[in-house]
């Protein structure tokens, strides 16, 4: 952002820094509009659906921390959105326009947002660009985040992709109480939770394969990459 857009900076001096934000100065993250938007045709497929359906299976763990206890700045409203009203869809492309000071950077898909996220009052969507084989969970959590949180914090979209992407078994043996968050889900699963040994998918919109580990949950699948 800040080698395309040419802004004045300080040098890179924590003191300077710091000084800087005495007199009122904003770090640039404040002062530039990002915008994502979805270009081309919008598909509904079993690789969105696998997604969403994994987002609302661990929603209760993902904006929690480690002892369980939500984190700050939520919006709850919004997390209840994710939960009854989201969907996912392939596109062709994500484009994303930065605009600071008047000044607005456009960047095609191959430098840009894997996915965006689109609102409003009655529905949350999702849109995935439909060329990448494997999703990546930084630019889905970043995307979550910047929903759900009303000031996000740098490390948030890390720890939710690591939350998205992991295995239940590894996020449990890093202290994560797996269990007691999603104990109400569970309980309304009648028919037993499959893991699906490891295969490769056709994607038909542009003949590429992925891998993934397929959880088959009430009639629902969740999709774990690896």
Request: with cysteine.
């Amino acid at each position: 952002c800040a080698i395309d857009l040419q802004p004045f900076l300080p040098p890179n001096e924590p003191e300077l820094t710091k000084l800087y934000e005495k007199f009122g100065a904003l770090w640039l993250s404040e002062c530039v509009k990002r915008t994502l938007v979805h270009k081309g045709n919008i598909a509904v497929s079993d690789r969105g659906n696998k997604l969403r359906d994994l987002i609302q299976y661990r929603l209760d763990m993902l904006f929690v921390n480690n002892r369980g206890e939500k984190m700050e700045n939520l919006d709850e409203k919004h997390v209840e959105m994710l939960r009854t009203n989201l969907s996912a869809y392939e596109v062709d492309s994500i484009q994303c326009q930065l605009t600071f000071q008047k000044k607005t950077i456009t960047f095609d898909s191959n430098n840009s947002s894997s996915c965006a996220l689109e609102y409003d009052k009655n529905k949350v969507v999702l849109y995935v660009q439909k060329h990448i084989c494997a999703f990546d969970y930084i630019d889905i959590a970043s995307e979550l985040a910047r929903f759900v949180f009303k000031k996000p914090f740098d490390t948030v979209a890390h720890t939710i992709g690591d939350k998205l992407a992991s295995p239940l078994q590894t996020l449990k043996r890093r202290g994560i109480p797996v269990d007691r968050l999603l104990r109400h889900k569970k309980q309304n699963i009648h028919s037993t939770i499959q893991m699906i040994e490891q295969k490769p998918i056709l994607n038909h919109n542009n003949n590429h394969y992925y891998h993934e580990n397929d959880v088959k949950i009430n009639g629902h699948v969740a999709t774990n990459h690896r």
